[in-house]
């Protein structure tokens, strides 16, 4: 390799001359050329350089020989040495570097030095103080042989100053599977004088290092003679990416694919189904059936701990080649593949379903969470992973409705019932938002004589043409966490109004109101809070105020019952177990429980005038609450005969058809102002 083939000899050596490093150039055992780096440490000028023996410039040379000579072979590598130099003045400087053999036949060679001392000059001193500071590698190229390389070079890839020089980049750290792409940005360099890249370089190890890469050309006289190549180590910047790249696609709680991901999965399972019709796919549309009873009692730290717990046994209840998802809230999906009919998919649900019936520890407690979940098979109409995903929506809005805990299969008819079903639910949150609240009232009455107790109030909405609707017999969106509670709270505001009014116009009648909540709304934290304001601001008695809870409410969790109705009785206001007898509950909670009053499932009712030992259990209950001193309500009386069984039995209160219909509140007022039935006369 000729040292100035094609390439103008002056605007070489400018380029040598701006190096801070001693450069010489060999050919056949003379020094032909010194840069100005070694000129100035030297004190020479540069004419004296010229033919001058290598071996008078560079004694010791070749590490471990007596004698000076030179290192030239039949190879191209660089030989790092420690030699001597010896100025104008005759002082010797200790250097070290190294030999860089160009041409063998030729004998031609670039010689790199540093001094070992500080003998340098100051402005050489500046200029590799300010390159080694940098925190970007620096390597300068000239003829695709490393003339220089900074400390941050050495950090990032492992190979130091000594064994960068005289070798090539592209050799050094230029992976096999990057060459193309290195020999392209060299050349958009040529042509437009700058180039960057985000890429990967390997270090000494071998390992691939992200970095970001610019190089410039290294100019003298408008000549390009090399490269200015910066490195910088982009490996976090990477990482960084790949998490956000991870997160945008992926729940944060639960770490599984999000909505946009899980829909992506259906939409390319469907394509890959279009290419084989022979194989089909399903979705699973899963919610939580006491999500938000978890929350309310238990905290959103707890509700989160069960998400995960969820997520977790979705992802070992499935085949590999499914997927699950969380979409958002309490709500999850699960893409199962590669299925031949609805049975197929039937089987992974009933598969999910007996996972989510058994209790999750929550924080060192049990916690049942149940599912309903809705199942969709991919049919030719499903032209896109949403109305795959509705569909299994619709069938899951079923199972909730039809009591949860089970799965539903989509067909037609069932998106028909569910459109109907959401269009009521629509017409629930605007009459709710334009607060078209009505109440009615059942009158609660002893059974001796028929003397008015008082009434068990409803929270009911008005309809544009008059009439009302009970919330019991409306959709199921009114148990919504939001929704729900700002119910409870209107029913509490009218109830201790109500009682105010009662008290105000017949203090000496002592009548009772009762209101009901359902689970969530009695376990719901803004319950105690709220009622106390309401009691407050009307200045109703809290004793002659009962809020009624359905049996299921106390099964689950005693304890955290137990806990609310003490905080509700510490304020006097009773609490009366609804519908009891339902589910065959305990009898340990009317033992256990402080509740003030038991009312009567209306099948226990009934069982009064059943023979044998239906009525016997029924008369031995009564007796158990009169004897723990606990009020008791026979619900749905509708016969003259069930009254008098009733009364015979012990059971002080009732209400039901035999006694009085439902009634709006001026009705209700005016029967207060009697305080006996108008409708049963015969009591």
């Known amino acids: 390799m000729n040292l100035y083939k094609n390439a103008n000899p002056d605007a070489q050596r ?90 063998p036949e030729l004998r031609e060679a670039v010689i790199v030095a540093l001094p070992t001392q500080r003998e340098r000059a100051p402005q050489s001193r500046l200029m590799e103080d300010v390159l080694a500071s940098l925190p970007e590698a620096i390597a300068i190229e ?45 050349k958009a360099v040529d042509d437009h004088g700058f180039a960057m890249v985000e890429t990967v370089r390997s270090n000494k190890a071998g390992e691939l290092v992200d970095v970001s890469l610019q190089v410039a050309p290294l100019r003298v006289d408008s000549s390009s003679v090399g490269y200015v190549f910066t490195f910088r180590d982009i490996g976090e910047h990477k990482e960084t990416e790949k998490k956000l790249e991870h997160d945008a696609m992926h729940d944060v709680l639960t770490g599984l694919p999000n909505r946009a991901l899980f829909l992506d999965h259906v939409n390319l399972t469907l394509n890959r189904r279009l290419r084989d019709p022979g194989q089909s796919c399903g979705v699973l549309y899963l919610d939580l059936d006491e999500f938000k009873e978890v929350n309310d009692r238990l905290g959103h730290a707890a509700g989160d701990a069960l998400l995960v717990a969820v997520a977790g046994r979705l992802r070992a209840s499935l085949r590999p080649q499914d997927s699950a998802a969380r979409l958002g809230g309490d709500e999850f999906a699960v893409l199962v593949e590669n299925i031949l009919s609805t049975s197929d998919l039937e089987v992974v649900a009933r598969r999910i379903l007996a996972e989510m019936e058994r209790p999750f520890e929550i924080f060192g407690r049990d916690v049942h969470a149940g599912a309903s979940i809705g199942a969709a098979v991919a049919t030719p109409d499903h032209a896109s992973s949403d109305l795959l995903v ?14 949860g805990g089970r799965y539903e299969i989509f067909d037609k008819h069932l998106e028909v019932s569910v459109n109907d079903q959401q269009e009521r639910e629509r017409e629930l949150r605007s009459a709710v938002s334009k607060r078209q609240f009505a109440f009615q009232y ?56 109500q009682l105010r009014l009662l008290a105000d116009r017949w203090p000496e009648q ?12 009695l376990y719901h934290p803004d319950l105690v809070p709220h009622l106390i304001k309401a009691l407050a601001a009307s200045g109703a008695d809290p004793s002659r105020l ?58 226990l009712t009934a069982a009064a005038l059943s023979p044998g030992r239906q009525s016997a259990v029924l008369e031995s209950l009564i007796r158990l609450c009169n004897t723990l001193g606990l009020q008791i309500v026979a619900q749905g009386i509708e016969t003259q005969q069930q009254l008098a069984a009733l009364s015979r039995m012990g059971c002080a209160l009732g209400q039901g058809p035999l006694l009085s219909p439902l009634l709006d509140a001026e009705r209700a007022l005016a029967l207060a102002e009697t305080g006996f039935s108008a409708f049963a006369p015969g009591i």
């Open 442 to 497: 059942l009158p609660i009455y002893r059974l001796a004589g028929g003397m008015l107790e008082g009434f068990e109030s409803f929270l009911g909405l008005r309809r544009a043409d008059g009439t009302v609707d009970s919330f019991s017999e409306l959709p199921a969106v009114a148990e919504d966490n939001n929704l729900s509670i700002l119910l409870a709270r209107e029913a509490l505001d009218a109830a201790c109004a």
């Open 510 to 521: 002592d009548l009772v109101l009762t209101v009901n909540l359902t689970r969530r709304q």
């Open 546 to 603: 009962l809020l009624e809870a359905p049996e299921t409410a106390f099964n689950e969790d005693p304890d955290a019952a137990v806990a609310i109705l003490q905080r509700l009785a510490d304020r006097q206001v009773r609490v009366a177990i609804d519908d009891f007898g339902s589910s065959l509950a305990p009898l340990n909670h009317l033992v256990r429980l402080p509740v003030g009053m038991v009312k009567l499932a209306p099948r």
């Open 14 to 103: 400018e380029v040598l001359d701006v190096l801070p490093v001693l450069v010489f150039l060999e050919r056949a055992g003379s020094i032909l050329f010194a840069n100005a780096e070694a000129r100035l440490l030297l004190g020479l000028a540069e004419d004296p350089w010229v033919a001058r023996p290598v071996e008078d410039v560079l004694w010791g040379l070749s590490a471990g020989t007596a004698e000076p000579r030179t290192l030239l072979t039949a190879t191209e590598r660089a030989y790092p040495f420690h030699a001597t130099l010896r100025d104008s003045n005759g002082r010797l400087i200790s250097v070290e570097g190294a030999y860089c053999v160009l041409h």
């Open 142 to 186: 000239y003829q695709n042989h490393v003339l220089y390389a900074n400390p941050a070079f050495t950090r990032m890839f492992g190979f130091t100053a000594e064994e960068a020089s005289g070798g090539s980049l592209r050799r050094l750290i230029v992976p096999e599977t990057r060459l193309n792409e290195n020999a392209a940005l060299l």
């Open 390 to 403: 509705r569909d299994a929506d619709f069938a899951m809005y079923r199972a909730k409705q039809a009591g």
